[in-house]
């Protein structure tokens, strides 16, 4: 089965206000949730399944970036 998958990433240099994934609050699902919709309407060719995720990366000076991805996160 094929499943639409939208995804909302946030980038941040580090993790003193918590991590990126934890800026995506309620107001932001909302959102991104409304403007899926929209867009599953107006695409004749999209999975019967929906899911959301999130793309988390820290990145640290002099460091790699840490990337973490959250399948199904709202």
Known sequence: MVTSTFCEVKT????????PAEAVGWAKA????????RWLMESPA??????FDV???????GEAPRVTHLR???
Do not use: C, D, P, Q
């Open 12 to 19: 941040r240099a580090g993790t003193g206000f918590g991590s």
């Open 30 to 37: 909302r959102k991104l949730r409304t403007l899926a919709g």
């Open 46 to 51: 999209h999975g019967a399944e929906v899911r």
């Open 55 to 61: 793309v988390s990366i820290v990145r640290r000076r």
């Open 72 to 74: 199904s996160a709202f």
